[in-house]
């Protein structure tokens, strides 16, 4: 079956290697830049980037390919979206629209390359007909990593702690629901896992176990509460971990919390982390939708673990699981990818989702800082093929550029892709190559509030028969009628008055001067990214700007520029809000 979406998957990247010794899928994170017309290596200038930051709620319009007949490939779709639209929609509620990302969509249902067996990468490219316009052709683009071959392992005995408790507990439930469930279904003989609801007092839901139905019973019994005790939950879940399992297992505590999380200040709580690191049993923390590192950083650090971010921030997940299976789990890094599409042969084209805005400077950098072994990615283009075009004439060129790890070079992948090389009719394409055209419709007509019989007729065609893939078809098939359902509630709910249409959109950017380039890092040859975490107020006006990475000479210039930055401020209701927002500035010196 698929594997869970990107929020559940910074846990399962937390204890699933380490508890099961599976390669579990997780799609790489970074910032996507916008390519040149000549796919750019690394470092090299961008002529005319195209900056398309905001996403229109009917998708983004065609570009003439004489005019931009190249972009960058999005190695990092933000599946956090897509699972929070899973969630509403399994609630039966329409998702928000900033929810509804089609690339996020297509890359969940449309990334089925098989991992290759000795290479790091693998990249491919396959086309079909529109189901309905034939003036259309539909471009897939495929990225996988190698596996790598899980080390032998003792038992486990692990207990996860949820805080079900405050703002922010649906999400983390409907979180470790997802990745707990995947986890339970490869539980070993010799494994234990124990689950504590961190609820007004501590809750075992199982204790030990190691038997899958035992443990998706419990998951179906979580439920928020109004507060939470987590360090009282965090003393059962040692107790829990030393009472299970053989004498030779791994024993490890992780916690799934998110916002604040004050009580992992709290110096007792820290000390008891690290004198159990010290008798071997190890802490991790799982921030769920978390950006600055804080107190549950400094308390993974203290029980000898580390600290990831569930909305899956590479370096972290990485280092989770590089410290929890004791190998190396990236096989490549500084990957960037960038799709061409030939002006004889495609007279325009469309990425189905948002691209994101290039590096200052207008410089191509890496799209994903790490990829991690066994994952996968795949973004969609619909294309306008010009008429008279021959079979043989180039449709598009894919360039992927990467660091093998531990290599000393970068290497670099070359797939082609010829008009003739199309599936000649919809129905005789790729079955995940029809799914995720109907994965990104449907993700499209969420966004711009299509009407309930629009929903219907994407579940019908969902509906086909899909070898190989029946139970994403099912799924998808499911959603488009939940998503129906939804908005035959909202309609009855408008003509009786009582739907209030509530308009949200994330700050955008308005007015981004760049840095000035610190002298004194120019003549030390310093170069790099600096990311800054921002507060805007309602006006649209910077109050305030942290620095999350970067090096001190460029952050320095960093901070200086925000401070002079100016957004479209949030509207939440309707209404202009404060926000935050995570900014990347790339300093390069020139060759």
Do not use: C
Request: glycine fraction near 8%; proline fraction near 9%.
């Amino acid at each position: 079956s698929r594997a869970a979406h990107a929020a559940a998957l910074a846990l399962v990247a937390a204890v699933g290697w380490w508890l099961i010794g599976d390669q579990i899928f997780e799609p790489p994170t970074g910032t996507v830049q916008v390519a040149s017309a000549a796919a750019p290596r690394l470092g090299e200038e961008i002529p005319g980037a195209l900056h398309a930051d905001v996403l229109p709620p009917q998708g983004p319009a065609f570009v003439e390919t004489a005019r931009r007949p190249a972009a960058a490939v999005d190695l990092h779709p933000p599946l956090v979206a897509f699972d929070a639209a899973l969630a509403a929609l399994s609630d039966g509620r329409l998702p928000r629209p900033s929810d509804a990302r089609p690339e996020a969509f297509v890359s969940a249902f449309g990334a089925d390359l098989r991992a290759p067996a000795t290479t790091p990468l693998e990249a491919a490219l396959d086309a079909a007909p529109s189901e309905r316009d034939p003036r259309l052709l539909y471009v897939r683009v495929r990225l996988a990593a190698r596996d790598v071959d899980p080390p032998r392992r003792p038992p486990a005995s692990l207990a996860v702690v949820l805080d079900v408790g405050g703002p922010g507990a649906a999400e983390r439930i409907f979180v470790a629901q997802r990745a707990l469930a995947g986890i339970a279904a490869r539980l070993r003989a010799t494994d234990r896992l124990s689950i504590v609801a961190a609820g007004e007092r501590p809750r075992a839901l199982v204790a030990g176990a190691s038997d899958r139905r035992a443990v998706t019973t419990a998951l179906a019994a979580l439920a928020p509460a109004a507060s939470s005790d987590v360090p009282a939950a965090i003393e059962a879940a040692y107790d829990l971990v030393r009472a299970s399992g053989p004498a030779e297992a791994r024993r490890g505590v992780v916690v799934v919390a998110g916002g604040a999380a004050e009580w992992a200040a709290s110096p007792a709580l820290r000390q008891l982390a690290a004198l159990e690191a010290q008798d071997g049993v190890e802490l991790s923390a799982i921030d769920v939708g978390g950006e600055q590192d804080g107190p549950l950083g400094a308390l993974a650090a203290a029980g000898g673990g580390t600290r990831a971010v569930a909305a899956g921030a590479d370096a972290a997940r990485a280092a989770v699981m590089e410290r929890m299976v004791r190998a190396p789990q990236d096989v490549a890094e500084n990957a960037a990818a960038t799709i061409e599409f030939d002006p004889r042969a495609v007279v325009r084209w469309r990425f189905v989702g948002a691209e994101r805005s290039p590096a200052a400077g207008g410089r191509l950098v890496p799209s994903a800082p790490s990829f991690p072994a066994g994952s996968g990615v795949a973004a969609l283009y619909a294309v306008e093929l010009a008429d008279g075009a021959s079979p043989r004439a180039r449709l598009a060129t894919l360039t992927t550029t990467f660091r093998p790890r531990g290599a000393a070079a970068d290497a670099r992948l070359e797939r082609r892709l010829a008009v003739g090389e199309a599936a000649p009719t919809w129905t005789a394409a790729p079955v995940r190559l029809r799914l995720a055209v109907l994965a990104g419709e449907l993700a499209e007509a969420l966004r711009s509030g299509a009407s309930p019989e629009r929903f219907e007729d994407l579940a019908r065609r969902a509906a086909f028969p899909a070898p190989g893939a029946e139970a994403a078809a099912r799924e998808l098939a499911a959603l488009a009628s939940a998503a129906a359902g939804a908005a035959r509630l909202r309609g009855a709910a408008e003509e009786a008055g009582a739907w209030r249409v509530e308009e949200e959109r994330p700050a955008q950017p308005l007015e981004r001067p760049e840095p000035a380039y610190p002298e004194a890092a120019r003549r030390m040859g310093i170069e790099g990214d600096v990311v800054l975490d921002l507060s805007i107020d309602a006006a649209g006006r910077v109050v305030d700007a942290r620095v999350a990475r970067g090096a001190p000479p460029l952050a320095a210039a960093a901070l200086d520029a925000a401070k002079r930055w100016r957004y479209r401020p949030a509207l939440v209701d309707g209404r202009p809000s404060p926000a935050r927002a995570r900014a990347t500035i790339s300093f390069r010196l020139a060759r």
